[in-house]
């Protein structure tokens, strides 16, 4: 099982061996069924989601029950509202809910931590993450903005 999460997230080519048994040592292994909410906005996230398979949807709601897809996670990608909820220890900027059955791994707050102070290639992993959603998230804001 570990073997196809190693495939989908990239850091784990530049892990030593220590690197990987420290990652799996801590991570919790778990599934999430279609429909499931993962966190809602305002909510503390304790640890980050490594999907392996399934997909999830992030969104805002307003008051009125409208709703604003910032983006899907597919198995491989990273949710960087969950991301910067557990790293940061600050409220969950977004809603979180499952579109297909998930399997995956959590790896929580305090093990993020450790893996960030202990692996170079783990923290510029996260660095890169933040920098490519930073992105994402901008572009959606000027579609928003400037297109009709």
Request: aromatic share 12%.
């Given at each position: 099982m570990q073997e196809k999460i190693e495939k989908l997230y990239s850091f784990?080519?530049?892990?030593?061996?220590?690197?990987?048994?420290?990652?799996f040592t801590h991570a919790k292994k778990v599934s999430f069924s279609k429909g499931q909410i993962l966190f809602l906005q305002g909510e503390m996230c304790g640890g980050i989601l490594y999907i392996?398979?399934?997909?999830?949807?992030?969104?805002?709601?307003?008051?009125?029950?409208k709703e604003i897809t910032l983006y899907s996670v597919e198995a491989g990608e990273q949710c960087i509202v969950n991301t910067s909820s557990t790293i940061s220890?600050?409220?969950a900027l977004g809603n979180a809910i499952v579109l297909s059955?998930?399997?995956?791994?959590?790896?929580?707050?305090?093990?993020?931590k450790e893996m960030m102070s202990k692996s170079n290639t783990y923290q510029e992993y996260m660095f890169s993450l933040f920098s490519m959603k930073l992105?994402?998230?901008a572009t959606l804001v000027e579609d928003l903005k400037f297109k009709p």
């Open positions: 784990f080519s530049k892990f030593t061996n220590d690197e990987k048994e420290r990652f392996e398979s399934g997909s999830l949807k992030v969104y805002l709601q307003g008051d009125d029950g220890k600050t409220p059955d998930i399997q995956g791994y959590i790896l929580e707050t305090k093990n993020v992105t994402s998230l």
